[in-house]
């Protein structure tokens, strides 16, 4: 059972940046596939960017490639997305997901789930 809890979400004008924190309960941390999804109002989530247990694979949905950055650090129990450039259609509540299997963009795949921070970007 892997518990995660979601922070750094916020107000910001467009252009600007912000950064998301995922801590997670599990001291195998290390052992999980990890990812960033987002949900706007009334559509369905959407994958955002994931990384590899090691670090060895990242991935990014097209409309965040070149803005936004995830990382992780096992030995801190974090993951990270650093989200610059931010524009008002980046709008929607981030939640982060642990996979115990491999790196993928398929929601379906991830186990556990934060309660999700919300992400609000003014024009």
Do not use: H
């Not at 299997?101 to 789930?113: A, H, I, P, Q």
């Amino acid at each position: 059972q892997v518990q995660l809890a979601e922070s750094g979400g916020g107000l910001v004008q467009a252009g600007g940046s912000l950064r998301l924190s995922c801590a997670a309960s599990a001291r195998t941390f290390g052992t999980y596939a990890m990812a960033w999804f987002r949900q706007f109002s009334g559509k369905e989530r959407e994958f955002v960017a994931a990384i590899s247990r090691m670090d060895l694979t990242r991935l990014y949905a097209d409309s965040v490639k070149g803005r936004f950055t995830i990382s992780r650090d096992n030995a801190k129990n974090t993951m990270y997305l650093q989200m610059n450039s931010l524009k008002p259609e980046d709008t929607g509540v981030y939640s982060c997901a642990a996979n115990g299997g491999s790196v993928t963009r398929d929601s379906g795949e991830y186990d556990y789930w934060g309660q999700g921070t919300q992400v609000t970007v003014s024009s």
